[in-house]
């Protein structure tokens, strides 16, 4: 049986990239009927998400950006690089509360950025990619679940 402290790892969750949702498009908008979104240019070292901010979805176009925050069940401070097309925020948006990491620039970068309702009203005219999201989603849970399982038994 595995020692109850490796259980925190099985938290992670993975990148959510834009061609597992929308097909690989250059920028979400150019999505057919996409949601409302902006394109802004960030210097180095600025953030673009805090600790405690309203939700709204994020992806990375150009540059190096990290994502941190305090893992409360390991009682440990956890960072990682976002990846190029990686999307931040669906599962925020989805459970309408306030972010509970921070994510801020590398290097200068631009990001996409669509508001919480927007992307929410989108989804919900649009089933097959709204599955698409919940079904990327599952994955999470499904790993979650296992690794309870291996942990138990």
Same mark, same amino acid.
């Given at each position: 049986?595995?020692?109850?402290?490796?259980?925190?790892?099985?938290?992670?969750?993975?990148? @959510?990239?834009?061609?597992?949702?929308?097909?690989?498009?250059?920028? @979400?908008?150019?999505?057919?009927?996409?949601?409302?979104?902006?394109?802004?240019?960030?210097?180095?070292?600025?953030? @673009?998400?805090?600790?405690?901010?309203?939700?709204?979805?994020?992806?990375? &176009?150009?540059?190096?950006?990290?994502?941190?925050?305090?893992?409360?069940?390991?009682?440990?401070?956890?960072?990682? &690089?976002?990846?190029?097309?990686?999307?931040?925020?669906?599962?925020?948006?989805?459970?309408?509360?306030?972010?509970?990491?921070?994510?801020?620039?590398?290097?200068?970068?631009?990001?996409?950025?669509?508001?919480?309702?927007?992307?929410?009203?989108? &989804?919900?005219?649009?089933?097959?990619?709204?599955?698409?999201?919940?079904?990327?989603?599952?994955?999470?849970?499904?790993?979650?679940?296992?690794?309870?399982?291996?942990?138990?038994?």
């Amino acid at each position: 049986m595995r020692d109850w402290k490796e259980i925190p790892a099985c938290f992670k969750r993975s990148p @959510i990239f834009t061609d597992e949702i929308f097909g690989g498009v250059d920028q @979400i908008s150019q999505f057919p009927a996409s949601p409302e979104s902006t394109v802004r240019n960030f210097a180095e070292n600025s953030f @673009i998400i805090r600790r405690g901010d309203p939700s709204k979805v994020v992806r990375l &176009l150009v540059g190096r950006a990290k994502i941190e925050g305090f893992d409360a069940i390991s009682c440990r401070h956890r960072s990682r &690089l976002i990846t190029k097309d990686e999307i931040i925020g669906v599962n925020t948006v989805l459970s309408s509360h306030p972010f509970r990491f921070s994510v801020w620039t590398y290097t200068p970068s631009v990001f996409e950025i669509i508001d919480s309702l927007d992307f929410t009203e989108y &989804l919900a005219a649009r089933p097959s990619v709204c599955f698409r999201v919940l079904k990327r989603l599952s994955l999470d849970i499904d790993t979650t679940y296992n690794s309870f399982y291996n942990t138990i038994f």
